[in-house]
């Protein structure tokens, strides 16, 4: 049996680039899904209120963003009477991917290889074990 040792994350600076924009759409469109939970609106209403139409509300929620930009999304919060910040970040060699928002981090295993010789066994955080 090989003992492959398999890379996950970004490999090069365009993956990365990717990696990051792909990063704050999923944190976003979370923050917004729940913000909708916590003021009690649905897709529907969020649409009625911003004058769009339940399928645009859709897209923005689930396909990639589709072409979220900051001033949709602070329409968004002012539909539902809530305010959105950006944080800023540091990133340095040391601390590239440490600062992975929380409901990503189960998906970092820093300083762990995985090999295909360990396919089989169960070495899932408890968590996630069903």
């Known amino acids: 049996m090989s003992n492959q040792t398999y890379n996950f994350g970004p490999q090069n600076e365009e993956e990365e680039e990717i990696f990051a924009v792909e990063e704050l759409i999923l944190s976003t ?16 209403q969020l649409a ?4 769009l139409s339940d399928a645009r ?15 949709t999304v602070a329409k968004i919060a002012n ?3 809530v305010k959105f910040a950006l944080v800023k970040e540091t ?3 040391e601390t590239k ?3 992975i928002p929380h ?22 955080p408890l968590d996630l074990v069903a």
């Open 29 to 44: 469109q979370l923050l917004i899904q729940r913000s909708m939970r916590e003021v009690k609106t649905n897709q529907s």
């Open 97 to 99: 991917g440490e600062n």
């Open 79 to 81: 539909a539902m009477n």
């Open 103 to 124: 409901h990503l981090k189960i998906f970092n295993r820093p300083a762990r290889v995985w090999s295909d010789d360990s396919a089989n066994k169960n070495d899932l």
């Open 57 to 71: 509300i859709s897209q923005l929620l689930n396909d990639e963003g589709a072409n979220m930009t900051l001033a």
């Open 48 to 51: 009625k209120a911003l004058k």
């Open 91 to 93: 990133k340095t060699e």
